[in-house]
């Protein structure tokens, strides 16, 4: 079946980075649309990333010039490299992609950003 497992949260200090990963799974990867998400306390689950098959980028506005999408197909991995993080970065990042109809997200990994 299909599984995504993120890696990688942590706390850190504002302007810090911090490198997300998220194994796949269950489904032809390398064919296969991948998205980050994030979702704060209190707040709407939303899009922070996209990559294709072919590694075309998308970014939500609020994290363009400082986070960074990339894959492996060879690993059957994405990451998402964020630099200059701040305290408003602070949220559950999740994985998710669309396989056969259905979105399938991974379990989140805790980002927190504080001094």
């Known amino acids: 079946q299909v599984q995504l497992v993120e890696s990688g949260g942590g706390l850190v200090q504002p302007g810090g980075s911090l490198r997300l990963s998220c194994a796949a799974s269950?489904?032809?990867?390398?064919?296969?649309?991948m998205n980050w998400y994030r979702q704060a306390p209190g707040k709407e689950r939303e899009l922070v990333a996209g990559?294709?098959?072919?590694?075309?980028?998308n970014y939500a506005d609020s994290v363009k010039g400082r986070f960074t999408i990339s894959r492996s197909n060879v690993k059957n991995t994405i990451y998402l490299q964020m630099n200059g993080l701040k305290p408003e970065d602070t949220a559950v990042y999740y994985c998710?992609?669309?396989?056969?109809?259905?979105?399938?997200w991974g379990q989140g990994t805790q980002v927190s950003v504080s001094s």
């Open positions: 990559i294709s098959s072919t590694g075309m980028t």
């Open positions: 998710k992609t669309r396989w056969s109809g259905n979105d399938y």
């Open positions: 269950g489904f032809t990867f390398s064919r296969t649309y």
